[in-house]
């Protein structure tokens, strides 16, 4: 299992390296928050109301960061009845207890969105936006048989299934050009051309695994994938093995000696559509497609995990004397062997380098706005987001309420079901001339732990960013 830990504590240490923490983690909290600068993000036909320029230090312009669970620190820590906390290891949890809170697979998604420099300004017969960023994504399958293991062992059931446990972490540059305009009184549609730089992608899944365990042997089948590419490079290395009687040598990967690797490692493009329609004057309708689009790394290394089928039926002819064993194999030595044997079982053997391609994940946005018909400056809004990304996709549906009591201020509270669980949003938002401030949270969580993590589902977000509009207001 030391080979499993090194390859998720790889993948952790590079979903964090690129920046401090996939892509689109906007703030859908702001969909319809008419005044909010980066709409753009959410769909590319949404204009702004004046001309902008992005805080030019690192971040301010634009800083999201969010993260989504299925399951919360309460799920892992537990009070005792003194009012001590402890694990879930802990015999005193009861198994069963603990297993029914968590899911059949159990998912969790880091988002990370900075923006280094964004402008927008209305030129050419509609509104342009400019934008260079960083985006980080990392996502997490973990199926409950692997909890279960751990808290159950040999005396739970006899057969713990691992099919899909995963980590995926994508992150990368983008510098993204955007056009919007009215082609008819009631429609407007925009769109953006994205060019990507890839920095770091890596993903280990496990297509199936067994864990068999009885009083008379333990077995283990199954096999898995890994790939990397970008700044983060991991080396191989040769390796002995006997193999009926011969000695024969593979090559694994060597996480004992990660290096570093090209800063850019990958390139790319995507594009960004959308749409608004009027249906009358107090109801709009709305649609986007996001991130439809690629990232092409030159040098991936690839490897497979090829646990075939494995069985160990205790140790056998034990010597009383270790020292001097005889005819039979001492227990330091029966132990060396497994050990040898539990290594093989999962190492990852290389498969070279190739140039490896990897779609990006789109996100589908659909809206609608309602206009509330004895005070105009209220408007209630539904958006239907899904993400569609393999086996990570995830969607969402948010219903809001929007109000702009004047003209340089507007806010927005938000509540939203989704694949993670239900989670509270807001936002609020200055947007006079010369200066704009925005706060907002896709998750405003309400418990947290003295380490400041949410102690239910870990569902967190927080956004700010501070810009300056100029010139005057405008409508397409």
């Avoid at 879930?88 to 159990?106: H, I, Q, S, T, Y």
Wanted: with cysteine.
């Amino acid at each position: 299992m030391k080979k499993i830990n090194k390859i998720a504590a790889a993948l952790l240490l590079a979903a964090a390296a690129p920046a401090t923490s996939m892509a689109q983690n906007s703030l859908r909290s702001a969909y319809f928050t008419e005044g909010y600068i980066y709409r753009h993000h959410l769909n590319p036909a949404f204009a702004g109301e004046r001309n902008y320029v992005s805080m030019p230090l690192i971040g301010l312009g634009n800083f999201n960061i969010g993260l989504q669970s299925t399951v919360g620190v309460s799920d892992f820590i537990h009070k005792l009845p003194d009012g001590s906390l402890t694990t879930f290891l802990n015999e005193a949890v009861d198994a069963n207890e603990f297993l029914d809170g968590l899911k059949k697979r159990n998912r969790m998604n880091l988002d990370f969105d900075m923006t280094l420099l964004s402008f927008g300004f209305h030129k050419w017969g509609g509104f342009n936006t400019f934008d260079l960023s960083i985006k980080s994504g990392t996502r997490m399958n973990l199926p409950k048989d692997l909890f279960a293991f751990a808290k159950m062992g040999q005396s739970g059931a006899t057969t713990y299934n691992l099919k899909d446990m995963g980590i995926f972490t994508n992150n990368y540059a983008e510098i993204a050009l955007g056009h919007s305009r009215k082609i008819l009184d009631n429609l407007t549609v925009g769109a953006k051309v994205k060019f990507l730089l890839g920095i770091y992608s890596a993903d280990f899944h496990v297509n199936d695994m067994q864990l068999t365990l009885s009083d008379e042997k333990w077995a283990v089948s199954g096999q898995g994938e890994f790939s990397s590419a970008g700044i983060v490079d991991i080396p191989t290395k040769l390796k002995e093995k006997t193999d009926n009687g011969q000695t024969v040598q593979e090559e694994e990967l060597d996480f004992d000696n990660i290096e570093m690797g090209d800063p850019i490692g990958g390139f790319g493009m995507a594009f960004d559509l959308g749409a608004t329609y009027k249906v009358r004057e107090d109801l709009e309708l709305s649609l986007a497609l996001l991130d439809l689009g690629w990232i092409s790394y030159k040098n991936a290394t690839k490897a497979t995990m090829a646990a075939e089928p494995w069985s160990f039926e205790g140790f056998t002819n034990v010597p009383f004397d270790s020292d001097n064993p005889g005819n039979n194999i001492s227990i330091e030595d029966q132990i060396d062997d497994l050990e040898d044997e539990l290594e093989d079982l999962f190492q990852m053997k290389a498969q070279g380098k190739d140039k490896h391609t990897m779609a990006l994940g789109a996100t589908l946005n659909i809206g609608a706005l309602y206009t509330f018909p004895y005070y105009d400056k209220l408007k209630f809004g539904f958006l239907e987001s899904t993400r569609i990304n393999g086996r990570y996709s995830w969607s969402e549906g948010r219903f809001s309420a929007n109000v702009a009591p004047v003209k340089c201020f507007d806010a927005s509270i938000s509540y939203a079901v989704s694949s993670f669980g239900h989670s509270f949003g807001w936002i609020l938002n200055y947007h006079g001339r010369g200066f704009s401030l925005f706060l907002g949270s896709n998750h405003q969580f309400f418990k947290v732990t003295p380490q400041f993590v949410p102690v239910n589902n870990a569902n967190a977000n927080f956004s700010i960013g501070i810009n300056f509009p100029f010139g005057d207001i405008k409508t397409l």
